[in-house]
């Protein structure tokens, strides 16, 4: 049950990603046609509010609800982050999503999205398959 | 009622910004858990198809925390779409309606195009390559980075993560590539 309250988190946020529109197909078209500002607002104070808050939680060693500290994984370079990020890329103006709101989308009632989401299963399934040959 | 009217209007970029930032501070304080929805899809081959892979042999329960945050994303998903939405078009700036125009793309009804999401497409070439090919790329391009638009551009950001800026950027450039160099040859030939 200890789970259930990231379904909760989820339920929000999957409500925020429909009311915010980046889920829309049309807002990706924009955002690489730079032709609204929308998306890159979004995400730009997505990651201020982000900085801030990690910043506010480091310097007043805020703790999580059961009392632990809170600890955050640095992220280690590798050319993944190069050549993984291209191919994502590429995905994310077709599909018009990247992986949180494939699962929206299904949500809002475009099923068929569905396909896209075994689909990016599989890839993710073949990357696991072929990671030790590819370069890192 | 008024508030429900409130809400279901379009939301602000910055008040949908702000709102998605939240989210990671939340999962922090919920339970340590680090943004990022990408690896659901590791967490869901290493349940149901580990196939003897190493990248999938690991205790994915204990991670399982990611997958009731998805399960989650989708009831939210449709919360909102049935209940939260104001039933107008969504507005598009008019440069993108010209071009998406050009592309057969006319009905902003919904947030995506029906004349290239729905299930009638799904065995015809508009399907293959956006959802079976789109959707491979987006699968197999997040693991390959070790995380998406939320692990990297939002909570790596977030933390200051240099290799996460390398992601993003790279993410972007894939993204300018496909709209400008793929996508409008993908059109040329389904039309």
Known sequence: MKNIKYLIAGIFFGIVLVKAQVISWFRIQEMFQLTSFHMYGVIGTAVVTGIISLQLIKRFNIKTISGEPVSVKPKTFDKGQIFGGLIFGLGWAITGACPGPIFAQIGTGFTVVGVTLLSAIAGTWVYGAIQAKLPH | ?191
């Open chain 2, 1 to 191: 009622m008024q508030l429900l009217k409130f809400i279901q209007q379009p939301w602000h970029w910055s008040v949908s910004g702000l709102l998605i930032g939240l989210t990671v501070p939340v999962l922090l304080l919920l339970g340590n858990k680090a943004f990022g929805i990408s690896s659901s899809l590791r967490h869901i081959c290493a349940a149901c198809f580990p196939a003897n892979i190493s990248f999938f042999k690991y205790d994915w329960k204990k991670e399982s925390w990611n997958l009731f945050f998805v399960a989650g994303i989708v009831l939210g998903g449709f919360l909102a779409g049935h209940y939260l939405q104001d039933g107008n078009d969504i507005q598009v700036a008019a440069a993108t309606q010209e071009r998406l125009a050009t592309y057969g793309i006319h009905d902003y009804s919904a947030l995506l195009p029906p004349e290239i999401f729905s299930w009638s497409n799904l065995f015809t070439w508009k399907g293959l390559i956006f959802f079976v090919f789109g959707g491979f790329l987006v699968g197999f391009g997040t693991r390959y980075a070790g995380g998406c638009t939320s692990g990297h551009s939002i909570m790596g950001l977030s933390n200051l993560q240099w290799p996460s800026l390398v992601a993003t950027v790279c993410f972007m450039a894939g993204g300018f590539f496909s709209t400008h160099l793929l996508i409008p040859y993908f059109f040329k030939w389904f039309n």
